[in-house]
């Protein structure tokens, strides 16, 4: 297959776009043009076809992990998923476990250097995750599910968590806007326990201010 021409993106810094003489248009990277020291007129195998494909892939995960990362931070793990999660749209054939292999190699690589040039960091982002559900008023156990769900390596947790501050004061805010006002019942101050356990506290915590709260409407 002859390349039958090679220019710049004029919509896109540093990339290239690649015409075939079928009519194919390929867009990669600058790095790209370098390393198959591409030129008009080239003749390209099935090996350098099937790069060149792949680099164009790559570039795509690259500008989508940009994309991703703009609109909010995230974890290398979660970036990862959300690269490597199937593209496929309606009336298109179903990919193959090899083609599901490459794009998950391919995506875990693209994120891997997001993390490298500093546009992914698991400890920053993970201390963001604790700051932020804890400013909500959840529990550590529910910030701990929020660790785990947005793919935050598990040796990270613990120097994270160090940062949750937490005392009665907040468990006290949070049972008198649960009560609204009215009489602490036992019934009420059960469901006012159970809502707190959704949060994330813990029974001894819990238990503990619910008792204060008790006490003092005696």
């Avoid at 079928?22 to 390209?44: H, K, P």
């Avoid at 790069?51 to 500008?63: D, N, Y």
């Avoid at 994309?67 to 309606?90: C, I, T, W």
Wanted: no cysteine; hydrophobic share 35%; aromatic share 6%.
């Amino acid at each position: 297959m002859k390349l039958a021409k090679l220019e710049p993106s004029s919509r896109v810094e540093g990339r290239w776009l690649v015409w075939l003489e079928d009519g194919t248009l390929l867009r990669i990277g600058e790095a790209d043009v370098v390393s198959f020291s591409l030129y008009a007129g080239m003749e390209l195998d099935e090996t350098q076809l099937d790069g060149l494909r792949m680099a164009q892939e790559q570039a795509k995960l690259k500008q989508k992990a940009l994309s991703l990362l703009s609109a909010r931070p995230m974890s290398q793990r979660e970036l990862e998923r959300k690269l490597s999660a199937n593209p496929r749209k309606k009336g298109m054939p179903e990919e193959g476990e090899e083609q599901r292999e490459q794009r998950r190699d391919m995506a875990q690589q693209v994120a891997q250097r997001m993390a490298q040039v500093g546009l992914v960091n698991d400890r920053e982002y993970a201390s963001t995750v604790v700051r932020h559900y804890s400013r909500k008023g959840y529990g550590p156990a529910k910030i701990r599910d929020e660790l785990y769900r947005r793919g935050v390596p598990r040796e990270l947790w613990d120097q994270a968590m160090e940062e949750l501050k937490q005392d009665d004061r907040q468990l006290r805010a949070l049972v008198e806007k649960k009560l609204r006002g009215a009489v602490p019942t036992r019934e009420e101050l059960k469901k006012v326990s159970a809502y707190l356990a959704r949060r994330g506290f813990g029974w001894e915590e819990i238990s503990r201010v619910l008792r204060q709260v008790e006490e003092e409407a005696e």
